[in-house]
């Protein structure tokens, strides 16, 4: 059993990744231009698990006193008060109008990322190498380090550590056709 004793570094219980770029770093289209690309996934964290939830919040407190502390942000703040990269699920996205897609019904959404690509490995702790068995749709369990911030605004950041994969399930995102479905059974002659 693991030992810890950072209290703003957490282990998730099962989780559902959205957003996974975590074999090529990935940049937003509406990344600032200075913005380097990182590694990235979201957590669909299922309310259900109120352990996770209970770790995580206790996570940021301790990151929001330690950033006090050090000067990071500014003296005075309230903690509670800082934003944080957790958002209902069952609620609307950082715009205040937008709401989370239907996989996120049920859910805390949790965005974490880093300069550095996490090591991904199986229930058995072996690498995984197949970057097509790493997607959006799979369950896992993952390493959190959180931290405040005080650059163009102040808050509570989420960075990405090691992903254990723990389950398959259906792919999030755009449904691909099958090449069956494009091609098998048409009329069309590719030689004439």
Request: one cysteine or more.
């Amino acid at each position: 059993m693991a030992n810890n004793t950072n209290p703003t570094h957490i282990v998730t219980g099962k989780v559902r990744l959205s957003y996974a770029h975590l074999t090529q770093p990935y940049k937003s289209k509406l990344a600032d231009e200075n913005d380097k690309a990182k590694y990235s996934t979201t957590l669909l964290i299922p309310k259900t698990d109120t352990v996770t939830k209970a770790k995580i919040d206790a996570a940021i407190k301790a990151a929001g006193e330690k950033a006090l502390a050090s000067g990071k942000i500014k003296k005075g703040t309230p903690i509670d008060k800082l934003p944080t990269p957790v958002w209902d699920g069952d609620g609307y996205k950082a715009d205040g109008y937008t709401p989370f897609g239907p996989e996120c019904k049920g859910m805390w959404v949790l965005s974490a990322s880093s300069i550095d690509q996490p090591r991904v490995v199986d229930l058995s702790l072996s690498p995984i190498l197949d970057p097509t068995e790493i997607y959006s749709g799979m369950w896992a369990r993952v390493g959190l380090d959180f931290y405040g911030y005080n650059n163009r605004k102040m808050g509570i950041g989420c960075g990405l550590g090691n992903v254990q994969k723990v389950a398959d399930d259906e792919p999030l995102g755009a449904e691909r056709a099958s090449v069956e479905s494009d091609f098998g059974g048409d009329d069309y002659d590719p030689l004439g």
